[in-house]
Every structure is written in structure tokens, then in C-alpha cells.
Nanobody, 121 residues
């Protein structure tokens, strides 16, 4: 049974940093692509960053230069380092186990429960 558990969300002032973690069980991250999504109230869920099993990464233009996705295969955990946070980054953040097709992340069926990130101005 695949299980993804996010942690690390919280309340931070604009300009601050947070690091989100997604601990996986039931799958081996070194063999899987992983993605971080977010969903703000009244908006669609959007892909923020993704990493392939080979280490290729995609980052959304809205967070490029501020967010970094990484993976620790030994801990079976994927991270999202978020710096220079802005109020518009406020959302619930979810991790997803998916795949890659021609350098584009493909959403998979497995989701975590989400972690709330709130950035105050």
C-alpha cells in the first residue's frame, strides 16, 4: 500500500522560508518520479515542482529561483525548499507519485493528505 505523508507546513511572514517533506512508504522513490502540487482556495491544483527518478527537475515559472525540489533516496523522502515566500504562495501543498513523459511530469494516482502553508504580508 502506497502512503505519502507531507509535513513542514506552517505560518510564515513574507520573505521567510519553509521546507516541506514528503515521506513515502510502499514505493521506492529512487524508481519513481515525484511532484509537489499546491491548491489555493478557489483555485485549481497546480504543479509546483517535480523530479524524475533520474534527477531531472521541473519548476513552475511562478516559483522559479525560490523553490527547489530534492530527494533523499536513503530516507525515501522528497523535499520542497521554499525561500522568499510570498502571500500568493499560500495554499495546501500536496506531494504526488507520478511519472515523466518527454521531460514533462505526469500526475500519478497517489497523493498525500496535504500540508497548509500560510504566508502573511
Amino acid at each position: 500500500q502506497v502512503k505519502l505523508v507531507e509535513s513542514g507546513g506552517g505560518f510564515v511572514q513574507a520573505g521567510g522560508s519553509l521546507r516541506l517533506s514528503c515521506a513515502a512508504s510502499g514505493i521506492t522513490l529512487s524508481s519513481n518520479a515525484m511532484g509537489w502540487y499546491r491548491q489555493a482556495p478557489g483555485k485549481q491544483r497546480e504543479l509546483v515542482a517535480a523530479v524524475s527518478s533520474g534527477g531531472f527537475t521541473n519548476v513552475a515559472d511562478s516559483v522559479k529561483g525560490r523553490f527547489t525540489i530534492s530527494r533523499d533516496n536513503a530516507k525515501n523522502t522528497v523535499y520542497l525548499q521554499m525561500n522568499s515566500l510570498k502571500p500568493e504562495d499560500t495554499a495546501v501543498y500536496y506531494c504526488n507519485a507520478g511519472g515523466y513523459y518527454y521531460f514533462r511530469y505526469v500526475t500519478g494516482d497517489y497523493w498525500g493528505q496535504g500540508t497548509q502553508v500560510t504566508v502573511s504580508s
